[in-house]
């Protein structure tokens, strides 16, 4: 009861409810389990407020600065057979992915031990998805992995601001590995600046299956380096900017546009565009 009536005030703050939470989470555990069912399919599971990537779902049901993004990989996950979510975190994606393509299978990504009871609620929802803890990048072996306090910003060692970062060491394997047997549709990559290194390690699967591929590249070098790898692919993909309107325009520079997204598409030729090259809304928002 008194969880919900500070998650009540918390909603009406137009700033600082998220500060509200975190200082009274110490003295009201319900604050630690609290639900968030999602916008896009009712999908409901329980974490901690204090969390910075679980408090906003709580709130709204879904990530108001990414749900364009969303969108697009809810149409491209449709119909898809595999999919494969690198960068899974508290597996918000996965949800979305799972909800509209109930009987792909979804292998998600994740090498933090924190996110792990929230992907294990996915799973136990979706019975397609599995849960692989690991990073994903060029070759096997180990990684140093950065856990920040904003855990959605945890990266590779070696990007990132070092301030409040702890080095954890994590087992790492590649998508041409995990993947070698599988019909792949569709490849989702958010890892902070390391996709280009994703994509290294997936070359056979992304030549053998030629799946959509949705990916990150805040920084304009990781955006030259993915578009690179595709174009030394040669294997006829068409690289895309998405906007905030849910526009797919063709990646004709570098520089992204101020009603430009910071994810990307690599587009598979016999693979349909949506419509007037614009992606419809998956779900119902403000």
């Known amino acids: 009861m008194l969880s919900s009536i500070v998650m009540g005030l918390a909603r009406a703050m137009p700033r600082g409810g998220h500060r509200l939470v975190k200082l009274l989470r110490p003295v009201l555990p319900g604050l630690a389990r609290y639900p968030a069912t999602l916008k896009a399919n009712g999908f409901t599971f329980r974490g901690d407020l204090a969390l910075n990537v679980f408090y906003p779902l709580a709130v709204y049901g879904y990530y108001r600065h990414q749900a364009v993004e969303d969108d697009v990989l809810a149409f491209a996950a449709k119909g898809a057979r595999t999919i494969a979510d690198v960068g899974g975190n508290i597996g918000y994606t996965t949800a979305l992915m799972a909800g509209v393509a109930p009987d792909a299978r979804i292998l998600t990504f994740e090498p933090l031990a924190l996110c792990q009871p929230y992907l ?159 992606i419809p809304r998956s779900y119902d928002r403000p």
């Open 120 to 278: 294990a609620q996915v799973a136990a929802h979706f019975p397609g998805v599995r849960i692989i803890p690991k990073a994903v990048g060029a070759e096997p072996g180990t990684a140093e992995f950065k856990l920040r306090s904003q855990v959605d910003r945890s990266s590779f060692a070696g990007s990132g601001s070092e301030h409040d970062a702890t080095t954890l060491s994590v087992p790492m394997t590649t998508l041409d590995l995990e993947l070698a047997a599988e019909p792949v549709d569709l490849i989702k990559i958010d890892v902070e600046g390391f996709e280009d290194v994703v994509l290294a390690g997936a070359r056979q699967t992304i030549l053998r299956c030629k799946p959509i591929v949705v990916f990150e590249a805040y920084e304009e070098d990781v955006l030259r380096r993915s578009v690179a790898f595709f174009h030394g692919l040669d294997a006829g993909y068409t690289l895309l900017k998405i906007t905030h309107q849910g526009e797919l325009r063709p990646l004709e520079s570098l520089t992204r546009g101020a009603d430009e997204v910071c994810n990307y598409v690599a587009w598979p030729a016999g693979r349909s565009l949506p419509d007037g090259c614009r």
